[in-house]
């Protein structure tokens, strides 16, 4: 059912995602095109803004702001999912990988370089302490408009 939590929550996440893909974006390499990364970004935080933290409020501002913490975790999860998964298959029509196992163990050693590329403290800021005051921000709508 829709509260104004869950909408609160989708926007915020939303936000933190486009942030933190901004954030990311200086450490995209030279020859990389990474076409949609903010846009996609901030709909996989509406996304997990709307279904994981929209669900979770109700708990306090210290609950609230663990849970954005997991929140954003996730949404970091399933960017990678999504971005190392569009590698993948940018690669594959490339016909880098000969076999569907080879694509697959290619696709988490394209998370981990990802992973490897977001190691500076702008992106982690920007994804926890957005986290953070996202799930803050949902729990505040929570109290205020039931």
């Known amino acids: 059912m829709p509260t104004a939590a869950k909408l609160v929550a989708a926007f915020a ?4 995602g486009y942030a933190t893909a901004q954030a990311f974006q200086p450490a995209v390499p030279e020859g990389m095109h990474a076409p949609w990364l903010r846009e996609m970004s901030a709909f996989l935080g509406l996304i997990v803004g709307w279904f994981v933290m929209g669900r979770s ?12 913490i997991y ?7 399933w960017a990678l999912v999504v971005f190392s998964g569009r ?3 940018l690669r594959s029509l490339d016909r880098r990988f000969d076999t569907v196992m080879e694509a ?4 988490i050693g394209i998370a981990y370089w990802f992973v490897q590329l977001s190691l500076f403290p702008a992106f982690w800021l920007t994804l926890l302490g957005g986290g953070i005051l996202a799930g ?4 505040f709508a929570n109290r205020h408009w039931r």
């Open 13 to 16: 996440f939303a936000g933190v």
């Open 57 to 68: 409020v109700g708990g306090g501002m210290y609950l609230a702001a663990m849970r954005g």
């Open 71 to 77: 929140t954003a975790t996730l949404l970091l999860f």
């Open 87 to 89: 590698e993948m298959v």
């Open 104 to 107: 697959v163990t290619g696709t």
């Open 136 to 139: 803050m921000v949902a729990e």
